[in-house]
C-alpha cells in the first residue's frame, strides 16, 4: 500500500481520515494512517486547545486540519467575521426559523437552556476560516491543510504553502479538479456521490479515474463509499495515491456521539441516506429522516444558502446533540451510503488493520487471476 505520498508524508498507510473528533485523528496517525481534523465547528480559540492536546498525544505522527472555503456563499467577499455575522444575521427571513422551530416543537425536542446558545456562523466562510488557518499553521505537526467546497484563495494557498505545508482540495467533478490544480493545490481529494457531508452527482467509480487522469502527475486521493480494503485496492488499481474517508471514524470507539446518533448510524442501510441541503444549504448526505423531509416537504419555505441556512439550524443542531434520545426523527447525521457496513463500535487500530488485511487479500485476488491467465 505504500504510495510516494506515504514516503513524502512519512506515514504507513496512505489511509486519510476526516474527523470532527481529536480522538480519532489522534488514534489514525498513532495506527500508521493520517488523521485530519475538521475545523468547521470550532472558534479559533478552542481549535487551538484542541491541536495543543493533538500535539501531546499523537506522538511524533503527523496530521492535518481541515477548513471549509467555499467557492461560491452568501456574503462573500466581507473579510471581517462580525459584519458578515451582522449582514448575514440581517438577511434571514423570519419564515425560516419559524419553521424550523415547529419541526422541533412538532417532535418534543426542548429548547436549549436559557443562556446558551450555539455560535450560528461557523468557519463556512473566508472570514471564519482564515483566523482557524493562522492557528493550525503555528502547529509545527500539521502538515497539510485541506479545503472543503472550492478552490482556496491564492492568498491562503501562499500562506499555507508559505509555511511550508502542503495545500488539499476535495472536488466533486473534474472541472472543479483542474481549477485546483491550475491555482497550485498540491493533493486532490476526489469525492464521488455516495460519501458523507458535501457531495456531488458523480459516483466514485467514475470519478476517481477521471479525476486522475485529468489532473496527473498531482497526486489524487479517492473519496466516497470507502469502507474496506477491497475499495482501497479499487482506489489504488485506478491510480489514486490513497483514499480519504469519512463516514467510517463515526462509529469507532474513540469517536464521540450521542448514543443514540452512533445507534441510528449502526442501523441505517445504505438506502437510508440523502443529499439535502437542509441543514447547511448545500447537498449533503446525511440520514434521511423527518426533518430532511420537512424541508422537502410543498410547506416548506425551502433551505436558505450557505451560510445562511446553517444560521437558521445551528440551534437545531446544538438540540438535537444534547437532547438525542428525544430528538432521534430530527437530528443532523451527516454520512454517506458506506453506512451500511457501518454495524458495530471498534477501535480505530483494528478498523485499519481490518482496512490493510482486505487490501492484502484483494490484491493477493488479482495476483492469482494474473498468474492464471499466463500460466
Ligand atoms: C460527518 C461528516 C462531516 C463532514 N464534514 C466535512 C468537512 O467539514 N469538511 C470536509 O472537507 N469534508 C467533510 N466531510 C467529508 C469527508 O471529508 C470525506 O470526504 C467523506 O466523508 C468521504 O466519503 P465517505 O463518507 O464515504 O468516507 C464530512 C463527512 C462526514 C461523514
Given at each position: ?163 511550508g505545508r502542503l495545500v ?57 463509499g470507502i469502507g474496506t ?146 500460466g
Open positions: 500500500m505504500r504510495t510516494e505520498l506515504c514516503d513524502q508524508l512519512g506515514i504507513e498507510f496512505p489511509i486519510f481520515a476526516f474527523s470532527h473528533c481529536r480522538d480519532v485523528v489522534t488514534a489514525v496517525s498513532r495506527a500508521g494512517g493520517f488523521g485530519v481534523l475538521g475545523a468547521v465547528g470550532f472558534q479559533p480559540a478552542q481549535l487551538e486547545i484542541e491541536l495543543r492536546w493533538i500535539d501531546e498525544h499523537i506522538g511524533d505522527k503527523p496530521y492535518g486540519v481541515d477548513i471549509v472555503i467555499p467557492g461560491k456563499y452568501e456574503g462573500m467577499g466581507e473579510v471581517d467575521p462580525k459584519k458578515l455575522e451582522e449582514q448575514l444575521l440581517a438577511a434571514i427571513p423570519p419564515q425560516h426559523r419559524a419553521f424550523a422551530d415547529k419541526v422541533l416543537a412538532d417532535h418534543g425536542v426542548p429548547k436549549l437552556p436559557e443562556g446558551e446558545k450555539m455560535t450560528e456562523l461557523l468557519g463556512w466562510t473566508a472570514a471564519t476560516a482564515t483566523p482557524q488557518i493562522a492557528v493550525a499553521l503555528k502547529h509545527d505537526k500539521v502538515k497539510l491543510i485541506a479545503n472543503a467546497l472550492g478552490t482556496p484563495p491564492a492568498d491562503v494557498i501562499d500562506e499555507i504553502h508559505g509555511a488539499v482540495a476535495l472536488c466533486g467533478s473534474v472541472k472543479h479538479a483542474r481549477a485546483h490544480k491550475a491555482a497550485g493545490v498540491d493533493i486532490i481529494v476526489a469525492q464521488g456521490y455516495e460519501g458523507g457531508g458535501h457531495t456531488g452527482e458523480i459516483g466514485s467509480v467514475v470519478l476517481w479515474p477521471e479525476v486522475i487522469d485529468a489532473v496527473a502527475p498531482t497526486p489524487v486521493l479517492a473519496a466516497g480494503g477491497r475499495q482501497i485496492a479499487a482506489a489504488l488499481a485506478m491510480g489514486a495515491q490513497g483514499v480519504w474517508t469519512g463516514s467510517l471514524w463515526l462509529t469507532v470507539q474513540e469517536a464521540e456521539a450521542p448514543p443514540a446518533q452512533m445507534d441510528a448510524l449502526l442501523k441505517a442501510t445504505s438506502r437510508d441516506t440523502v443529499r439535502s441541503r437542509s441543514f447547511t444549504g448545500k447537498p449533503c448526505r446525511m440520514l434521511r429522516n423527518a426533518w430532511t423531509e420537512a424541508w422537502e416537504a410543498p410547506d416548506s419555505p425551502k433551505p436558505l444558502g450557505m451560510p445562511l441556512q446553517f444560521m437558521v439550524t445551528a440551534d437545531a443542531v446544538a438540540r438535537g446533540h444534547r437532547y438525542a434520545e428525544r430528538a432521534k426523527d430530527v437530528m443532523f447525521n451527516p454520512v454517506g451510503q458506506i453506512v451500511g457496513q457501518l454495524n458495530a463500535v471498534r477501535p480505530v487500530k483494528e478498523v485499519i488493520l481490518q482496512l490493510v488485511e482486505e487490501y492484502l487479500e484483494a490484491a493477493e485476488r488479482l495476483q492469482r487471476l494474473t498468474s492464471n491467465a499466463l
